[in-house]
Antibody
Framework: HVQLQESGPGLVKPSETLSLTCTVS????????WSWIRQPAGKGLEWVGH???????EYNPSLEGRVTVSLDTPKNQFYLNLGSVTAADTAVYYC??????????????WGPGTVVTVSS | DIQLTQSPTSLSASVGDRVTITCRAG??????LNWYQHKPGTAPKLLIY???SLQSGVPSRFSGSGSGTDFTLTIRSLQPEDFATYYC?????????FGQGTKVEI
């Protein structure tokens, strides 16, 4: 049974880089696809980006090239880096698996989320 | 981007009520539509995938329907644990997008 856990700094200064780790347990990172989703306080959910086991990635264009998702297979972890952050990047960040059936993806298993605040 | 519009944005209901939430897509998305339940301080939970398939472990009182641009999530008999915010999400084309959410309150 796959479980996910986000970790990383809860406070990041404006213009710096937000870096988060998602640790996968109960399954191999080679067996799934992986995604990051965030939710600013009082707002809805926003897809950030995802990575396939091949290493190919897709990102939300709204993040204007600031985002990178990568994975470390031996460590069973994947990562989010978001550069040049502003207060608008303050949110709860979730990592999630992507479940694909009949070619249709969905976010199957989610981590509990981690709060990141951008402030000086 | 494909916009998803949920209605209503909030509703008040009682235990035992039948609840229907709709999600309209800005363009046709076939059945690339998923539904999630989200309670404060917890991880969102996948309820329905591919518009009408019930995720394993989800009670059968939840059902989904629709294709193209119009979709519906129905809760047949609302239970106390169902009070939450519900989101639709499309995976037809990136950027994958979510509806703005429907809060189901007592």
């Amino acid at each position: 049974h796959v479980q996910l856990q986000e970790s990383g700094p809860g406070l990041v200064k404006p213009s710096e880089t937000l870096s988060l780790t998602c640790t996968v347990s109960g399954g191999s990172i080679r067996s799934y696809y992986w995604s990051w989703i965030r939710q600013p306080a009082g707002k809805g959910l926003e897809w950030v980006g995802h990575i396939f086991t091949s290493g190919s990635t897709e990102y939300n264009p709204s993040l204007e090239g600031r985002v990178t998702v990568s994975l470390d297979t031996p460590k069973n972890q994947f990562y989010l880096n978001l550069g040049s952050v502003t207060a608008a990047d303050t949110a709860v960040y979730y990592c999630a698996t992507i479940f694909v059936t009949t070619g249709k993806p969905s976010f199957d298993i989610w981590g509990p989320g981690t709060v990141v605040t951008v402030s000086s | 981007d494909i916009q998803l519009t949920q209605s209503p944005t909030s509703l008040s209901a009682s235990v035992g009520d039948r609840v229907t939430i709709t999600c309209r897509a800005g363009q046709t998305i076939s059945t690339y539509l998923n539904w999630y339940q989200h309670k404060p301080g917890t991880a969102p939970k996948l309820l329905i995938y591919a518009a009408s398939s019930l995720q394993s472990g989800v009670p059968s009182r939840f059902s989904g329907s629709g294709s193209g641009t119009d979709f519906t999530l129905t809760i047949r008999s609302l239970q106390p644990e169902d009070f939450a915010t519900y989101y639709c999400q499309q995976s037809y084309r990136t950027p994958w997008t979510f509806g703005q959410g429907t809060k189901v309150e007592i």
